[in-house]
Structure formats: structure tokens, C-alpha cells
């Protein structure tokens, strides 16, 4: 079955270091994968995407990988500040069985910046 | 330029009374996604619809839930007659393009529905 994997469901790390989410997936073919910052009692909001035939793609403080061969996404803040704590999603599209793509999203990574 | 607005943004309702959500798309856009939101659950798509066409239901119930997206007006999310199962944080986003072209979704904030 498909399934898509965030290394874990909350993430604890000293402000200034780099935070590092992982996102597995299996059984998916994605064209391209993307990532969603949410914050509580609000709807995700894009951040970066990236194609299966990028390695890597940087936006200010933030770098995305990806690497079809192990199947694995990673997000990097560098220089983390605690307006960095939010929820980080993943999501990559896929075929719904019903005549379309469609975005499917991990369950997220809770990360907590601490000053 | 508005984003996504979803309204009511929080809506109580008894077991068996109706819900309705409803999701204004970014000007522009006529691709509109509606995703159910579990406590400590990721996002779930429900439905794929166009204006005026439902292209992909495959994530709905196929009981009680139905939805729109008329030619003029905002996109409809409907629940019948609501059980607790039903409470959740519902989310609305559309495109310009479809998803499969590679682009980004744009999300209002949800509408959170608790069913008492």
C-alpha cells in the first residue's frame, strides 16, 4: 500500500542550529514533492517544491532534497528561530484511482524551536 | 487580491442536523480541493471539483456528503444529518492549474466542525 512517513511527529531543536524533517515514501511515483508549514488553528501555507529531476532546491533559509532512489525528501531550516515552530508537511501527488492527481499529505512534523 | 475564504470558520451542530461549508477560491482559480482534518491526523482529500463539475469523489463518503461548485458562487461542502465521526477541521484549496501540472495549492483557514 502507499504510505507517506515523517521521521517523527514532533522535532526539539536549539535556536540558530538546522533543523532537518525527513519525509519517506513507498509505493508512489511522484512527478514532484512539496512542503506546507501549518500553524494551529490555521490551513497550511506552501513553501518550496521540487521535481523529480531536481537534487536540490534552496529559498532563503530553507533547502529541500530529493531523491527518487531511496524515496526520501529532506527539509532543512538553517538558522532556526523560534518563529520557525510550526508543522511541516509533506505531500507529493498522486494518482487517485478515479481519473486524477491528487496531493497526499504526511501526517507532519511538529517542530519547536527553543530560544 | 483575497485568498481562499472559507466560512463559518467554526460551526457547531447536533447529531443529525445538516452542515454546510462553504470555500471562495483565489480569484482566478477554478480548481477547488476539499481535505478533512483529523486531531493528531494528516490532511485527507475528499473531492476534486471544477466549476460546476465534480472531477474526483474518490475521497468522500459515500453517504450523507456531497458537494458543489456552481457556476456562480462559492464551492459547497454538505454533511447530512452529522454524527460525532464528522468533527474535524475541514479544508478548502484551489489552483490555477490542476495538481498534476506541478503547481502549489493555495488553503483557506477551515471551517472546524464539532458535532455535539
Known amino acids: 500500500s502507499q504510505k507517506i512517513e515523517q521521521n517523527s511527529e514532533a522535532l526539539n531543536i536549539q535556536e540558530g542550529k538546522t533543523a532537518t524533517l525527513t519525509c519517506n515514501y513507498t509505493n508512489y511515483s511522484p512527478a514532484y514533492l512539496q512542503w506546507y508549514r501549518q500553524d494551529p488553528g490555521r490551513g497550511p501555507v506552501f513553501l518550496l517544491l521540487?521535481?523529480?529531476?531536481?537534487k536540490e532546491k534552496r529559498k532563503e533559509r530553507l533547502k529541500v532534497t530529493f531523491d527518487t532512489t531511496l524515496k526520501q525528501s529532506l527539509f532543512h531550516i538553517t538558522a532556526s528561530q523560534p518563529a520557525d515552530s510550526a508543522t511541516y508537511l509533506c505531500a507529493l501527488s498522486s494518482f487517485s484511482g478515479a481519473g486524477s492527481y491528487q496531493l497526499t499529505f504526511g501526517k507532519g512534523t511538529k517542530l519547536s524551536v527553543i530560544p | 487580491n483575497a485568498g481562499v475564504m472559507q466560512n463559518p470558520r467554526h460551526l457547531v451542530r447536533r447529531r443529525g442536523q445538516e452542515a454546510r461549508l462553504r470555500c471562495s477560491p483565489m480569484k482566478g482559480h477554478s480548481h477547488v480541493y476539499w481535505y478533512r482534518q483529523l486531531p493528531e491526523e494528516g490532511l485527507k482529500f475528499m473531492v476534486y471539483?471544477?466549476?460546476?463539475?465534480?472531477?474526483?469523489e474518490s475521497g468522500m463518503p459515500k453517504e450523507r456528503f456531497s458537494a458543489e461548485f456552481p457556476k456562480e458562487g462559492p464551492s459547497i461542502l454538505r454533511i447530512q444529518q452529522v454524527v460525532r465521526g464528522d468533527s474535524a477541521a475541514y479544508f478548502c484549496?484551489?489552483?490555477?492549474?490542476?495538481?498534476?501540472?506541478?503547481?502549489?495549492?493555495?488553503f483557506g483557514q477551515g471551517t472546524r466542525l464539532t458535532v455535539v
Open positions: 484549496a484551489s489552483s490555477a492549474t490542476p495538481v498534476v501540472m506541478n503547481t502549489e495549492a493555495f
Open positions: 521540487i521535481r523529480e529531476n531536481e
Open positions: 471539483l471544477q466549476k460546476e463539475n465534480i472531477i474526483d
